[in-house]
């Protein structure tokens, strides 16, 4: 039994939480003593843990690469997603891997064979295997979420819209999403729109490319992309080191076009260089553009629990997991910057302070690196 005491909730309430084999059994007003029991400081917010939808969590494919505990545990997300860096000839790495991390792992499994060992991983029609598809999610039924398709001109070549034909086809008989990374057009946003079905997700929805930003004044893309979602589709953030941009951010907001899922697509680069650097600096965009705090957070604990269709992993509910992430929401000003060197101003921030994974309680420092605590 484990009990945790002192910590805030959302709504400001201070709540205890009652853990026991790796379960919630009760959040309450009340103390229990019984089993060890943690104080969290005033001040400190509770949720269930942060979830972080799109990142690439595989260390073997440049320059889309960075560990899983490295983007997830020690910057505050307990459950990482790898979307797409390997396919089924590499998929067994990826798991081998997951055996030894702290943090959740799942992943979207690319529908070429070879994942991002190469960049242009669609434009060879024959590295797509359905029944190789087939046999991964045979094999890795825990891990595997659905099919990632990277779907712009620099991945697919010659192919246009196949490829996601293809992943649309597949995910249909294995009842799983399929995750589309919208880029450089071709194919047409409006194309992609149309292959989609409902629980599939589109990935770096609020870019500025040209040809695939959703307000393009396009009133056929403006109409797919309203029946896209009436019959849901999934909008997912996507940050990424090209992908976000808060002018279209902005327009979302004002136009009330929701996205469901706050994501990264953190790697080694962005999260060195910038300009995603961790999952609280992307939440803290989305407080700086107005939303408020419990927008933000469920979008990357409630929301994308529902998407993945792993409602226990989003909840502080009896009977949820007991993965949490503990943060602080601190007055500072800083200038925050999108994919196309954008500025915004912030005069809040989230700022990570503990996770609790696997039964175990990790304090974090100042600068989101982790200290274990015995």
């Not at 997300?77 to 030894?100: F, H, P, Q, W």
Request: hydrophobic share 35%.
């Amino acid at each position: 039994m484990l009990n945790i005491h002192g910590a805030s909730l959302i709504n400001g309430k201070q709540c205890n939480i009652t853990i026991k084999n790796g379960y919630i059994q009760d959040v309450t007003k009340e103390e229990v003593y019984e089993g060890d029991v943690i104080s969290v400081p005033e001040g400190v917010y509770v949720s269930p843990g942060w979830i972080d939808i799109h990142t690439h969590a595989f260390p073997k494919f440049e320059p889309y690469c960075a560990h899983p505990d490295i983007i997830g545990y020690k910057s505050g997300v307990t459950t990482v997603v790898d979307a797409g860096s390997c396919g089924a000839d590499n998929i067994e790495e990826l798991y081998e891997l997951n055996l030894e991390c702290k943090t959740r792992v799942f992943s979207f499994l690319n529908i070429s064979n070879v994942g991002l060992k190469v960049l242009n991983e669609l434009a060879d029609l024959a590295a797509i295997s359905p029944r190789r598809i087939y046999e991964s999610f045979h094999k890795y039924p825990d891990m595997l979420v659905g099919l990632k398709a990277r779907m712009s001109a620099s991945v697919i070549g010659e192919n246009g819209i196949k490829p996601l034909h293809i992943a649309r086809s597949c995910a249909e008989k294995l009842n799983k999403p399929v995750m589309v990374h919208i880029g450089s057009a071709p194919p047409k946003l409006q194309d992609i729109l149309k292959v989609l079905a409902k629980g599939d997700i589109v990935t770096h929805c609020f870019n500025e490319k040209e040809g695939n930003n959703i307000f393009n004044n396009d009133p056929v893309l403006t109409n797919l992309l309203q029946e896209a979602i009436k019959r849901g589709v999934y909008l997912d953030v996507g940050h990424g080191t090209s992908s976000f941009s808060f002018r279209t951010a902005k327009k979302a907001m004002q136009k009330k076009i929701p996205f469901q899922t706050i994501s990264t697509d953190i790697y080694e680069t962005n999260r060195i260089h910038g300009p995603v650097y961790n999952m609280a600096t992307t939440l803290n965009k989305f407080l700086a553009l107005g939303y408020s705090l419990e927008e933000v957070i469920r979008s990357v604990t409630e929301k994308p629990a529902q998407v993945l269709n792993k409602p226990q992993l989003g909840s502080l509910k009896k009977g949820s997991v007991a993965d949490l992430t503990f943060f602080k929401v601190e007055k500072k000003h800083a200038v925050l910057t999108d994919s196309l060197g954008n500025t915004l101003d912030a005069s809040v921030e989230i700022k990570p302070y503990a996770v609790l994974l696997g039964g175990e309680y990790i304090e974090c420092d100042n600068e989101y690196e982790l200290k274990e605590s015995n």
